[in-house]
């Protein structure tokens, strides 16, 4: 069993900085890709971005510039550090962490809620 742990959401000005940060713990070796995903209520969950342990990046489009993902492998963590945010940005974070090896390959974090406002 794999379990993600979300922390750092709030509510910032626009314009404004926050530092998501997501744990990993359970019986796992590697996470071979760790993503943040976001959602608002009424649309799909979206990707924001990911980053696999070989150190391969994607973002979405609309956060390339402004958010920056890494990781620190050993310790199964993911951080997202969102710059420059905006009220669309305004959603609640989930963290996830894809091991297609285990039997169940998807874990999810319990979300954090990320509120852009003046």
């Known amino acids: 069993q794999v379990q993600l742990v979300e922390s750092g959401g709030g509510l910032v000005q626009p314009g404004g900085s926050l530092r998501l940060s997501c744990v990993a713990s359970g019986s796992i070796d590697n996470i071979l890709i760790m993503q943040w995903y976001r959602q608002v209520p009424g649309k799909q969950r979206e990707l924001v971005a990911g980053m696999t342990s070989g150190g391969s990046i994607e973002y979405a489009e609309f956060v390339k510039g402004r958010f920056t993902i890494s990781r620190d492998n050993p310790k199964n963590t993911v951080t997202l550090q969102m710059n420059s945010l905006r009220p669309e940005d305004t959603a609640v974070y989930y963290c996830?962490?894809?091991?297609?090896?285990?039997?169940?390959?998807?874990?999810w974090g319990q979300g954090t809620q990320v509120t852009v406002s003046s």
């Open positions: 996830n962490a894809h091991i297609p090896w285990l039997e169940v390959s998807d874990y």
